[in-house]
T-cell receptor, first 115, second 116 residues
Framework: SQQGEEDPQALSIQEGENATMNCSYK?????LQWYRQNSGRGLVHLIL?????REKHSGRLRVTLDTSKKSSSLLITASRAADTASYFC???????????????FGQGTILTVHP | NAGVTQTPKFRVLKTGQSMTLLCAQD?????MYWYRQDPGMGLRLIHY???????AKGEVPDGYNVSRLKKQNFLLGLESAAPSQTSVYFC???????????????FGQGTRLTVV
């Protein structure tokens, strides 16, 4: 079963608006990462947040992590048409503090930004 | 920088045929991964390797085999292709263990495989 679940599955906004995507996961983690995938391309790493961090910023990206709720959110501010892509959260599930060494992905959120 | 290169980019196989997908990275990464991506399923880990000469099973390993004879290459084999293996396959690599707090995975551009 998938470790991460993104919400919403699809999001359509106008250029200049903010886009918020959410991710929930099931097990304990060491870190959570967000990736972007343009149509027909490989995934590109956006940002990593550690399990002991609550918020992180990178340019127009803001990521939050709530380990008590096992959830994360990705906020893209002042969106652009070029932000149109699929966005995935990824976690490394752990058990008893030991990581499996795998990066497990959710199903993704398809973001469409209209000019 | 080439990064992670996958070959071939596209392939059509008949049921029962075999093939090998090649992944090559030039970043001296220890860890390498094979994922498949299907509509509505996200990415699922097939096999991974934590170093030259090592391999391990992921979430969906059945029907696939892998080898890591050289550090820079990670091969994914399909011995007898089935229509259920129609998918887009992605290879990824990372310098450190993915549970490390300062690592990221680099992905190839994908191989679109169709089994008829």
């Amino acid at each position: 079963s998938q470790q991460g679940e993104e919400d919403p599955q699809a999001l359509s906004i106008q250029e200049g608006e903010n886009a918020t995507m959410n991710c929930s996961y099931k097990t304990s983690i060491n870190n959570l990462q967000w990736y972007r995938q343009n149509s027909g391309r490989g995934l590109v790493h956006l940002i990593l947040i550690r399990s002991n961090e609550r918020e992180k910023h990178s340019g127009r990206l803001r990521v939050t992590l709530d380990t008590s709720k096992k959830s994360s959110s990705l906020l893209i501010t002042a969106s652009r048409a070029a932000d149109t892509a699929s966005y995935f959260c990824a976690t490394d599930p752990t058990a008893g503090g030991t990581s499996y060494g795998k990066l497990t992905f959710g199903q993704g959120t398809i973001l469409t930004v209209h000019p | 920088n080439a990064g992670v290169t996958q070959t071939p980019k596209f392939r059509v196989l008949k049921t029962g045929q075999s093939m090998t997908l090649l992944c090559a990275q030039d970043m001296n990464h220890e860890y390498m991964y094979w994922y498949r991506q299907d509509p509505g399923m996200g990415l699922r880990l097939i096999h991974y390797s934590v170093g030259e000469g090592t391999t391990a099973k992921g979430e969906v390993p059945d029907g696939y085999n892998v080898s890591r004879l050289k550090k820079q290459n990670f091969l994914l084999g399909l011995e007898s292709a089935a229509p259920s293996q129609t998918s887009v396959y992605f290879c990824a690599s990372s310098y450190e263990h993915l549970s490390s707090t300062n690592t990221e995975a680099f992905f190839g551009q994908g191989t679109r495989l169709t089994v008829v």
